[in-house]
């Protein structure tokens, strides 16, 4: 997927427009996360039906009000609208997050092309390979809500960057990614320790225990 954007500027939907222009941005923007093509257009009435919908999916799975850890997804929308004031203003209907070609950029209609676009809306989903999970998921989308990322994840068997349980960052509990590894340290030492102690006096009965582990 990163290929697919390389040498192109994607632009962030936020008030400030940041633009993402260098490799390593969009590396670390898209490495291995689904990507949502939306392509749609301001004077699309089934568009403006749908953008609500799209919304509220996405924000669903990647804002920390709804979710504790945000998924791995994109949404990139592709605009085929008629003016780039036609553009920004649809845009205002769509997440924050979400990223979007410069309306000046003549990639927005090669990209149609490439995923053979007929209708309006289409969102194409693409594992990070770049090959396409679900040519059109607008139904999808419509009809099971945030339940189909789930779908998507098994099928484009992402690699979990969140391996770490919530509760190993919790800050209230004084943790750190540390501790497992030091609790470990410490019950060794004092195995070591009770063992040249038993060692240095008489044999006992438990001689022989239960293992590195026990």
Same mark, same amino acid.
């Given at each position: 997927?990163?290929?697919?954007?390389?040498?192109?500027?994607?632009?962030?939907?936020?008030?400030?427009?940041?633009?993402?222009?260098?490799?390593?941005?969009?590396?670390?923007?898209?490495?291995?996360?689904?990507?949502?093509?939306?392509?749609?257009?301001? !004077? #699309?009435? @089934?568009?403006?039906?749908?953008?609500?919908? &799209?919304?509220?999916?996405?924000?669903?799975?990647?804002? $920390? =009000?709804y979710v504790e850890r945000s998924a791995q997804l994109v949404l990139l929308y592709i605009s085929l609208d008629t003016s780039e004031d036609q553009q920004e203003k649809f845009l205002k209907e769509l997440p924050k997050r979400?990223?979007?070609?410069?309306?000046?950029?003549?990639?927005?209609?090669?990209?149609?092309?490439?995923?053979?676009?007929?209708?309006?809306?289409?969102?194409?989903?693409?594992?990070?390979?770049?090959?396409?999970?679900?040519?059109?998921?607008?139904?999808?989308?419509?009809?099971?809500?945030? !339940? #189909?990322? @789930?779908?998507?994840?098994?099928?484009?068997? &992402?690699?979990?960057?969140?391996?770490?349980?919530?509760? $190993? =960052?919790?800050?209230?509990?004084?943790?750190?990614?540390?501790?497992?590894?030091?609790?470990l340290k410490y019950k060794v030492e004092d195995k070591k320790k009770k063992k040249k102690k038993d060692d240095d006096g008489d044999d006992d009965e438990n001689d022989g225990g239960g293992g590195p582990w026990g």
């Amino acid at each position: 997927m990163v290929d697919l954007f390389l040498g192109k500027v994607l632009v962030k939907n936020n008030k400030d427009k940041d633009e993402l222009d260098t490799e390593r941005e969009i590396i670390l923007r898209l490495q291995n996360r689904i990507l949502m093509l939306f392509f749609g257009s301001g !004077d #699309c009435e @089934r568009c403006q039906d749908f953008a609500p919908t &799209l919304k509220a999916f996405f924000k669903k799975l990647t804002d $920390e =009000f709804y979710v504790e850890r945000s998924a791995q997804l994109v949404l990139l929308y592709i605009s085929l609208d008629t003016s780039e004031d036609q553009q920004e203003k649809f845009l205002k209907e769509l997440p924050k997050r979400c990223l979007f070609l410069p309306y000046e950029d003549p990639y927005r209609k090669e990209l149609g092309v490439m995923f053979e676009v007929e209708d309006l809306p289409t969102v194409v989903v693409l594992r990070p390979d770049c090959s396409v999970l679900s040519p059109n998921a607008v139904k999808e989308i419509s009809t099971l809500g945030p !339940d #189909c990322f @789930r779908n998507w994840q098994e099928g484009a068997e &992402l690699i979990d960057r969140n391996f770490m349980m919530n509760e $190993e =960052f919790d800050e209230s509990k004084m943790r750190s990614m540390t501790d497992p590894i030091r609790r470990l340290k410490y019950k060794v030492e004092d195995k070591k320790k009770k063992k040249k102690k038993d060692d240095d006096g008489d044999d006992d009965e438990n001689d022989g225990g239960g293992g590195p582990w026990g």
